[in-house]
């Protein structure tokens, strides 16, 4: 007794669907209960947060890596601002944090003006490279 004629309790329709079907309408509780992340919201984010940030180093460690860049001799016997080449080690952008206590001149492409004021007020200058 039931279902009154044979196809009627055959194939995917008796069982409402195939796979995931009706996940979004008659199956949403068995969506909900068991595939709680299936129509998450991933949001959005805009091209300027895909840009890689460039690596950034702090004018209080540029005297450590002119140190290790030079040597304690070169440091030493030196007339006038140490040059270095910020772009040519890998940093994209100078930093204000720290102090500096000799004359750099420094090559790099980006700088904070709170980098520029203390390597200027040590005697130092930053020029774009080239």
């Known amino acids: 007794m039931g279902y009154g004629r044979v196809g009627q309790h055959r194939k995917s329709g008796g069982r409402g669907g195939k796979g995931k079907a009706g996940g979004r309408k008659h199956f949403w509780i068995r969506t909900v209960k068991y595939e709680p992340d299936r129509y998450r919201s991933i949001g959005f984010k805009p091209p300027s947060a895909l840009r890689p940030s460039p690596e950034t180093i702090n004018v209080g460690e540029l005297e450590d890596l002119a140190l290790r860049a030079l040597g304690a001799d070169q440091l030493r016997n030196r007339d006038g601002p140490l040059e270095i080449d910020l772009a040519k080690m890998g940093y994209g952008k100078l930093?204000?944090?720290?102090?500096?206590?000799?004359?750099?001149?420094?090559?790099?492409?980006?700088?904070?003006?709170?980098?520029?004021?203390?390597?200027?007020?040590a005697g130092g200058a930053i020029v774009e490279p080239e």
């Open 95 to 121: 930093l204000g944090q720290g102090e500096v206590g000799m004359p750099l001149r420094l090559r790099v492409t980006a700088y904070t003006p709170a980098a520029l004021e203390k390597v200027e007020a």
